[in-house]
């Protein structure tokens, strides 16, 4: 009889014991940690443990976060019958497919939710949601906390909102980058990170044996001929743009050169060279050719039909670069062949052969085949109709694209339940089917093509060998992008642990190893119980790393615990050579006077950018609704702000009663550059709020190759001098939400944090100031309201501001029109029929909200 883990909200001879399991309960239970385990080793069983855990210590509620429908709908079927007392806890789903009146009365009827991040996001935004008394929030699939992602976003406002924050955080692959870990640290407030390797022989005599083979296939004579005339195409392209000094990177064409070269293009039209245009549209075809051509040589003649239908059908069908493309001969010539052949590619015999023989070995097999494109799903799908005892079913995502449709979320439950119970035994996925998803009858995974992202390879590879044995096989096209792709996934991976390691060692806690949380646990065996802590110390030392006679060559070494090490061990503070480390301890330093030096004045910046915005409170900050999937909002209530969520009729955000802000994307400020929306929108600004403002969020506004830098300084010179609208620029939301908090407690008490000469100083030039009456336009309506009784004031002083327009004409001019948005699209004569204007009112008005264009005598 097996080992197994007693506690009192678990059931008895569920859990197997694991010491590396209880261990990483202990630590995680002492404060917020990222668990790194390899796939299989039992993520999930950490967190049943810290849930149960918590569960019977503390009176809050328990939130866990999945990135997707399915893997929600798992993690609450396994959690059910682990539980003890699972009727009085309740545990409960909450995702996209309950309606949003609905989950209102689900929140507060559990005592654990398993819920998808966007609705927790958006339910917190809307005011539903409490996360104050979240005693635990649980992450799955931890890696994707970073940027604008939900996940991010809800780590963010747990943050701000929980009393006493406890996150568990898991992942089998957190990436290859360090300032990739360290985002995920700091959004969900990391403190620890628990790392084992598969390696390790606590761990490895508990995982599943997965046997990876890659098998090298020879692309044909007719499809490489097939793609002849479009590499010399693409050759031609790089060539020309090498001499322009454009396409610099080294070896093979690639879509990182490509990405480069359009970079650089786009930097020389910001300069005003002409010739660049050309460039960026000879690039962008380079890059349509270089996926045509992988889907040629990497994915076979199906996948390669279905790109170019879906070039033809889909949202750029109508543009002229993509209708250029198309008719092109060589693009023409390589349609009509294609839909004139059969499939030929070796990849998609290999896949069938593969089946076949694993299907022969045992029938009751289940088998995942993983490609990157539907097309690829789709062409699969149909090679392997007429095998025999193959029961093939697709596997995508939500969205429809292409013409071709999605699955629902309860589709993709479905198909997830046909495969288990076998009714269907290979399913054909795409990159939706590669996280998290346990199924353990999973013997083959079959990659169609190698992906360069390590966090995609050990995905897609944890699919088998879950529960037992299990194979990998890696398809390779030789001397195709599939090579290089595999060789970049084998560095990343290298990558991973190296950036875990050096972020763990940045963080402020040290590891917790003292067991000191496992009092509640018991492991119970054949005929006795011992407490968890000696029981995972009894597995220390059954593991522990033993140090022998013989050569260390030939010892076989196995990692054990650390021995803790005295502080007097350690390098002291100051020592950079060995002839310090013995002798007296220095003698103290005179305190001297701290002077203003450049780096003291540097260090004092940063403990100001650390500490944030000043603690005072703010006015209340108005986010339309359709905000509510950016990263925005959550950061604006993780600063602490009072947000409220409505519908606006105008703008994105209002800050208190009068300050309306617009914010744009770059792409979006372009759009509505280009159709013609921009002032229309500012016309519609000028006339909401007494304060308004345009806030620009991102980078390279002025690289764009859509728009002519100079049109967009026009329209920037328009915006702010004829209709009087400052224009802010942004990096990115976390930027945008801690301009617009600093400017909500602005608004609320603007001298607080003056310094006292300078407070009467701005006192002492406020008259003056105010009563100008050009400047009392652009001052506001706070002033404006105490002077006038009348609630357009501000429009009315707004138009005051136009030369040659007087109190009175204004009045005139908004009994006839309404708004300022109506007077600024007026036609000329229109104006001409307000009682006592004259022809250069009209002119002056006209040139003040249509700047450029022809006025009519």
Not at 8 to 13: A, D, K, R, Y
Not at 106 to 117: E, I, N, Q
Not at 265 to 270: D, K, R, V
Not at 638 to 643: E, T, Y
Request: net charge negative; hydrophobic share 40%; proline share 4%.
């Amino acid at each position: 009889m097996q080992r197994t883990v007693c506690h009192p909200s678990l059931s008895s001879e569920v859990i197997e014991a694991r010491a590396y399991q209880l261990e990483a309960a202990d630590e995680a239970l002492s404060g917020s940690m990222m668990l790194v385990l390899p796939t299989a080793a039992g993520k999930t069983v950490v967190a049943w443990m810290v849930i149960a855990d918590r569960l019977a210590t503390d009176d809050g509620w328990i939130l866990m976060v999945a990135p997707t429908v399915a893997l929600v709908d798992q993690h609450l079927r396994g959690i059910e019958p682990v539980l003890a007392d699972s009727a009085a806890v309740n545990p409960i789903s909450i995702t996209g497919q309950n309606v949003a009146k609905k989950r209102v009365g689900m929140w507060g009827s559990s005592r654990l939710v398993v819920a998808t991040p966007q609705v927790v996001r958006n339910d917190v935004l809307r005011g539903v949601l409490d996360l104050s008394d979240c005693s635990l929030l649980v992450v799955d699939e931890a890696h994707h906390a970073t940027g604008n992602h939900a996940m991010a976003q809800v780590g963010d406002l747990y943050l701000s909102q929980a009393s006493q924050p406890l996150i568990l955080a898991t992942t089998a692959s957190p990436g290859s980058k360090t300032d990739q870990v360290e985002e995920i640290c700091s959004r969900l407030g990391i403190g620890r990170i628990h790392l084992r390797a598969a390696s390790e022989a606590m761990l490895s005599k508990h995982l599943a044996g997965l046997k990876i083979q890659e098998v090298r296939v020879r692309v044909p004579d007719q499809i490489r001929e097939l793609a002849e005339p479009l590499v010399m195409w693409q050759s031609g392209i790089v060539d020309r743009e090498k001499r322009l000094g454009r396409y610099v990177m080294p070896g093979l064409i690639s879509h990182a050169g490509l990405s480069n070269a359009m970079e650089r293009a786009q930097t020389a039209i910001s300069r005003g060279e002409s010739s660049a245009y050309q460039s960026v549209s000879r690039i962008a075809t380079a890059m349509r050719l270089h996926h045509l051509i992988n889907h040629l040589l990497c994915q076979g003649i199906a996948a390669s039909s279905e790109f170019l239908k879906r070039m033809s059908r889909g949202e750029q069908s109508g543009t002229k670069s993509t209708r250029n493309f198309l008719r092109d001969q060589r693009v023409s010539s390589l349609r009509r062949s294609l839909d004139e052949m059969r499939e030929v590619h070796t990849k998609v015999g290999a896949v069938r052969r593969l089946i076949r023989e694993r299907l022969r070995r045992d029938a009751d097999s289940r088998i995942i085949v993983f490609a990157t494109y539907r097309d690829t799903v789709a062409s699969i799908e149909k090679a392997l109709g007429g095998l025999e005892g193959a029961r093939p079913i697709q596997f995508v995502g939500q969205s429809s694209r292409g013409g071709r449709d999605g699955l629902s979320p309860k589709q993709q439950v479905e198909r997830l339940d046909e495969f288990r119970s076998g009714s269907a035994n290979v399913l054909i996925a795409t990159s939706v089917g590669e996280e998290g998803l346990d199924i353990p009858r999973a013997d083959l995974v079959v990659f169609y093509e190698p992906v360069p992202s390590e966090i995609r390879t050990i995905q897609r590879r944890g699919r088998t060998g879950r529960h037992r044995e299990g194979e990998v096989v890696v398809l390779i096209a030789e001397d195709t992008r599939d090579e290089g792709a595999r060789a970049a996934a084998e560095r990343k991976e290298e990558f991973m642990q190296r950036a875990v390691h050096r972020v763990r060692r940045r963080l402020p806690r040290s590891p917790h190893v003292d067991l000191s949380n496992l009092g509640e646990f018991e492991v119970r065996g054949d005929a006795s119980t011992v407490a968890a802590e000696q029981f995972v110390l009894e597995e220390r030392g059954l593991h522990r790393t033993e140090i022998s006679e013989v050569d260390s060559s030939e010892s076989k070494e196995v990692r054990g615990p650390p021995d803790p090490l005295s502080p007097q061990t350690f390098r002291a503070r100051g020592q950079t050579g060995l002839e310090q480390f013995v002798g007296e301890p220095p003698e103290p330093k005179e305190e001297v006077e701290e002077t203003h030096s450049p780096i003291s004045i540097a260090r004092d910046l940063i403990a100001l950018e650390e500490i944030g915005p000043p603690d005072v409170p703010g006015s209340t900050i108005t986010a339309d609704d359709r905000e509510l999937n950016s990263a925005v909002i959550a950061r604006l209530r993780a600063l602490g702000s009072d947000v409220v969520i409505e519908r606006l009729k105008t703008g994105d955000f209002c800050i208190g009663e009068r300050i309306l802000v617009e914010r744009k994307t770059v792409r979006d400020f372009v759009d509505s550059l280009v159709d013609g929306r921009l002032l229309e929108q500012a016309s519609r600004l000028v006339g909401a709020a007494p304060r308004t403002l345009i806030l620009i969020e991102g980078e390279g506004l002025f690289q764009n190759s859509r728009v002519h830098p100079h049109a967009l300084m026009g329209a920037l010179t328009t915006l702010t001098l004829d209709f009087g609208i400052p224009v802010v620029t942004t990096k990115d939301g976390s930027e945008t939400a801690r301009f617009l908090t600093v400017a909500a407690r602005r608004e609320e008490s603007m001298l607080d944090g003056l310094s006292e000469s300078a407070r009467e100083r701005l006192e002492a030039v406020r008259p003056e100031f105010w009563n100008d009456p050009v400047t009392q336009a652009a001052a506001g309506a706070k002033e404006l309201r105490q002077r006038h009784d009348d609630h357009r004031a501000a429009a009315r002083a707004l138009l005051e501001a136009i030369p040659s327009v007087d109190d009175e004409l204004a009045a005139c001019l908004l009994d006839r029109f309404g708004t300022i948005a109506a007077l600024a699209w007026a036609e000329e004569g229109e104006l001409r029929e307000v009682d006592g204007i004259s022809e250069v009112q009209v002119r002056e008005i006209c040139r003040t909200f249509r700047s450029g264009e022809q006025i009519n005598p």
